[in-house]
């Protein structure tokens, strides 16, 4: 067969019509000459057209051939099928609706959340090879707690690189955080300090200029710097002409060279020392990359600084090079006391960057699928029932010769083509679904800007569609296929009502549904609970009606701007009150200190040392935030440079440090020994400032004058929405230091939601997703006994002629419904207590089988599924027993 | 090919076809299935619809081509004729045939 041939058949297939109309033509001209020929050779008329139609031979027999020959047969029956199927559903567009609805439904919300999975977990990062990528923390020797992350010192992973076998190559990297100062304005950027090597190590290739090499951290080059292709595109609107430029950048003196620009959707990798900073944000994309080299001071050398990724050499796995690294990691701590206490961990870097994004989007896409399975419950039902309504029609087709293949396959095609529908309306739902989280979703799944919907979206819904036909078309189908003709027709007139097998399949289904959607709701319970339960939880402070935002003089020469700037935005009218704060509750911000306490053993070495957060504020944060105090004084703002260091503590230190004795007046050491200390002169109450499910720990607070921290907040307490001051403060701060970077306005209600947004998140897709499952089932409970009541509406009406009240028929209905959605509610709550662990480190003081949940859920769905039994069971009740038994 | 055609050999039907459209030139399907009847004899039991899915198949694949024509009946009809690739096919078909003959030939005179 030539690909020509091939063409011309596959080309038959639409040209069908017209080759039939030409086959046609050329018969009716070969007869008519056929039959002048046979009257030419002395036939009658009426002979010749016989012998020609008898030469001709049999000619629908031909014309088949015809269409075999010309095309694909496969595809010209299926068409066919397809076809009859567009045909039969036409004529029942209550069912196609209801059933297309409720499919789109199902797959929609599994699609949706399978494009966030697409586009967090499965899209891998830009790197060459990400899966041989490994990160390389620290952990302690012995299998101690570690307080804090530490990187590792240049000594310890430059001998790593040098000897080690399992790890082809390793770089090492720093988090740093700067101003760009443009014509047009200053932007802060986060940044890499990368060893020259990293982007091989990585691979990542520029996509113009070059990357970096070693001669560009020698102490007299050029100053160089690489973009990140994002930045490239905002900033400098993709000018290909930016190699060689200049930027300036605020901590550098001398202007930095632009050498290169690297691909798009370059994220950080993980800095764990620094996440306190509040800039920091690992999730963010990688705008700038500097050289940097540990040179080759000694004591420069075993500053622990590094953070450190690998490259596995081919055929060894992270735990092969975490023996090898621990080995050596082990001989450098025996050659130094310097570097002992800590030993590498080897993790995969796509372990890591999915970890968050995985906590979150499994058990959502668990409950995804719940809905879908509730969804393919409802349809496999409603194709039942259909079934049942045409046994009648089936019966005839088997008569005439339809084999059990072909009912088969007509059943299966209707339910294939509805399911089709449902996948193609469901992945358009996703999309929209997409767009609405990213809306609300923004601060709970890392890299959600990522994600994008397209043709991978669309076809996991058609391949969901090819699920859901299976799951619900295949009983229905089945039930076509082993239909007996011979019963059906012998049974009287078209029956709507279901024979026992049905009933108890349906019965079945509904039962399945019903504790799926229990597990949904269980789950929904379970974070409303944790909601309300953080809503009430005692913070400490509040929230309301304060405007915050990150405050840097760029040019850090102007040591006024601070208090100028404070000054100013004081008295603009509609402010209260303003303060700097750095550690604002619930950003993740604090500055970790290694304290020394007055009373308490002075630690042997720094390692031993007690590690608090330390922040920093100035007067008047306190009670802008609602933070009582309750001994002592509040900071002074000649509490400076010039005065004395004070402190103030929290409820937690006290009690801890302090349990005896006074704390005011006591001594705390925030730098060191040999530096001033500090007196502390007050205490302030307890607040939940790291987290707000977590109980407050001992924290310090120190003045801001005497503290002065380069990347801070500014609090400003208004009288009317906060959002509504923000141009007025920015310019404000911009008329005191037109370089100000003004940044991150939010309110602080805003911060303490998106501390929350996992969990808020969670929640109201469980909720959206139960909901949608309880409506389904409840259309399904619906269902089944509608079809329970007609299916005994003769037993009813002999209970009814044989004295039977109402009350007693409505109970005898009411009750077999109770008997239906307790079955599932009992195996719905054994599910749940299996299926709510997932979610645990969601949950805020509730148990994932919190008995109040569970019963509350279970008794809340109870009544509802009664309400929907209600419906049926009044039916039932209207039977006339009179009519009724004289119809039969 | 279907039942009723088992007579005519498989596969020799299309190259009937190919070999007349090459002696007469451009024919319609009544007098291509006519001409292979009048050369046959009465040697082949052939239906004359059956030379319509010949012709299709022969067309689609490239080897002969249709024209709309008016029949002697005054009827729109379609004319074929032979194209150059269709002599080719022809060529090899023919060739093709002759060696499996010649095989053939070879067995049935081969002495015991």
């Not at chain 1, 200053?186 to 990293?198: G, L, T």
């Not at chain 1, 989280?437 to 569609?465: E, K, S, Y």
């Amino acid at each position: 067969m030539t690909w020509r041939g091939r063409i011309a058949r596959l080309l038959a297939l639409v040209r069908g019509r017209r080759l039939d109309r030409e086959l046609d033509a050329e018969v009716e001209a070969h007869l008519e000459m056929a039959e002048r020929d046979a009257r030419n050779a002395g036939l009658s008329a009426e002979e010749a057209r016989w012998a020609a139609r008898r030469r001709f031979g049999g000619i629908e027999q031909m014309k088949e051939e015809h269409r075999d020959r010309r095309s694909v047969r496969w595809i010209e029956t299926g068409l066919r099928e397809f076809r009859i199927a567009v045909r039969t559903l036409g004529r029942a567009p209550g069912f196609v609706i209801v059933a297309v609805l409720t499919l789109a439904l199902g797959i929609g919300a599994t699609a949706a959340v399978f494009s966030l999975i697409q586009g967090v977990l499965l899209t891998p990062p830009p790197y060459a090879d990400p899966a041989r990528l490994v990160l390389i923390p620290s952990a302690r020797t012995g299998g101690r707690p570690q307080e804090g992350p530490r990187p590792w010192p240049a000594a310890q992973w430059l001998e790593w690189q040098r000897e080690a076998k399992s790890v082809q190559s390793i770089a090492a990297y720093r988090w740093m955080f700067d101003f760009l100062i443009l014509p047009d304005g200053v932007e802060s950027f986060e940044a890499m300090a990368v060893a020259p090597e990293y982007f091989s190590v990585v691979g990542l290739e520029p996509v113009l200029g070059r990357k970096f090499v070693a001669s560009d951290t020698t102490p007299s080059a050029a100053p160089v710097l690489i973009i990140g292709y994002e930045l490239w595109q905002r900033r400098f609107g993709g000018n290909r002409n930016i190699l060689g430029q200049s930027v300036r950048v605020s901590r550098r003196n001398t202007p930095v060279e632009i050498v290169g620009v690297m691909p798009p959707g370059v994220r950080f990798l993980p800095a764990p020392n620094v996440a306190q900073e509040p800039n920091y944000d690992v999730n963010a994309l990688v705008d700038i990359w500097v050289p940097f080299s540990p040179g080759s001071d000694a004591a420069e050398l075993k500053r622990p600084r590094w953070h450190v990724v690998g490259r596995l050499a081919p055929g060894f796995t992270p735990g092969q090079a975490q023996a090898e690294l621990a080995l050596i990691a082990g001989r450098q701590a025996r050659a130094d006391p310097d570097f002992a206490g800590f030993t590498p961990r080897v993790e995969s870097l796509t372990f890591e960057y999915n970890r968050d994004g995985e906590r979150i989007l499994h058990p959502l896409f668990g409950a995804a699928a719940l809905v879908l399975l509730i969804a393919c419950g409802n349809v496999a039902a409603l194709l039942l029932l259909r079934g049942l309504g045409r046994r009648q029609e089936y019966a005839v087709r088997a008569a005439l010769g339809v084999g059990r293949a072909g009912l088969f396959r007509q059943a299966s095609t209707e339910s294939l083509l509805v399911a089709l529908a449902g996948g193609a309306l469901g992945a358009g739902l996703a999309f929209a679904a997409v767009r609405a989280f990213q809306l609300i979703g923004g601060h709970a799944i890392p890299r959600l800007d990522a994600v994008t919907t397209g043709w991978p979206v669309l076809l996991f819904g058609l391949g969901l569609a090819l699920i859901a036909a299976t799951l619900a078309g295949l009983l229905p189908a089945w039930r076509a296929a082993r239909l007996d003709p011979n019963e059906v027709l012998k049974g009287a007139g078209p029956k709507s009502t279901a024979g026992r097998g049905e009933r108890r399949l349906l019965r079945a289904v509904t039962v399945a549904q019903t504790a799926l959607t229990l597990v949904l709701l269980v789950g929904a319970g379970l974070l409303i609970r944790t909601m309300i339960n953080i809503a009430k939880a005692p913070s400490g402070y509040h929230t309301s009606r304060i405007l915050t935002m990150s405050v840097t003089a760029v040019q850090m020469s102007e040591a006024g701007f601070h208090r100028r700037a404070l000054e100013r935005v004081q008295a603009l009218p509609g402010v209260e009150r303003a303060a700097y704060a750095w550690g604002v509750p619930l950003t993740g911000n604090n500055w970790p200190m290694r304290v020394i306490i007055e009373g308490q053993p002075v630690p042997a070495s720094a390692k031993e040392a007690i590690e608090l957060p330390l922040r920093s504020i100035t007067p008047g944060y306190f009670g802008m935030l609602g933070l009582s105090l309750i001994e002592g004084r509040d900071f002074r703002s000649n509490d400076d440079e010039h005065a004395p260091p004070v402190a103030i503590v929290n409820q937690a230190f006290a009690g801890r440090y302090f349990p005896d004795t006074a704390t005011l007046g006591k001594k705390v050491w925030l730098l060191g020994p040999d530096k001033p200390y500090c007196t502390i002169v007050g205490v302030v109450a307890d607040g939940r400032t790291d987290d707000l499910t977590r109980q407050a720990a001992p924290e310090i607070y120190g003045s801001f004058w005497q503290y002065p921290a380069y990347s801070k907040h500014m609090l400003i307490r208004t009288r009317a929405e906060p959002l509504s001051m923000a141009s007025a403060v920015r310019s404000a701060l911009r008329e005191v230091n037109p370089n100000a970077a003004v940044e991150h306005i939010k309110t602080f209600d805003q911060i303490r939601n998106d501390s929350l947004a996992g969990r808020t998140f969670a929640m109201r897709l469980l909720v959206g997703f139960s909901m949608v499952g309880c409506l389904l089932t409840l259309v399904g409970i619906y269902g089944v006994l509608s079809l329970s009541v007609a299916s005994r509406r003769h037993e009813i009406a002999i209970r009814a002629a044989i004295g039977a009240e109402r009350r007693d028929i409505r109970t005898l209905i009411l009750s077999d419904g109770l008997r239906l959605i307790a079955g599932g509610v009992a195996a719905g709550l054994a599910g749940a207590l299996v299926f709510s662990r997932v979610l645990r480190s969601f949950l805020y003081e509730v148990e994932p089988n919190d008995p109040p949940t569970l019963l509350a859920v279970a008794m809340l769905f109870i009544g509802v599924a009664l309400l929907a039994c209600w419906a049926p069971a009044r039916r039932a009740t209207r039977v006339d027993p009179m009519k009724m038994l004289r119809c039969e | 090919m279907s039942r009723q055609h088992a007579d005519v050999p498989y596969g020799t039907l299309d190259l009937l076809v190919l070999k007349t459209l090459e002696t007469m030139g451009e024919m319609n399907g009544y007098r291509i299935a006519r001409r292979i009847e009048q050369v046959s004899g009465d040697a082949l039991k052939l239906s004359q619809g059956a030379i319509y899915p010949a012709l299709i198949r022969l067309e689609q694949e490239g080897w002969i081509r249709a024209r709309w024509g008016i029949s002697e009946t005054n009827r729109k009809v379609k004319f074929y004729s032979l194209t150059k690739a269709g002599r080719k096919q022809l060529e090899a078909e023919v060739r093709k045939w002759e060696q499996a003959n010649a095989l053939v030939a070879r067995f049935l005179e081969a002495a015991p």
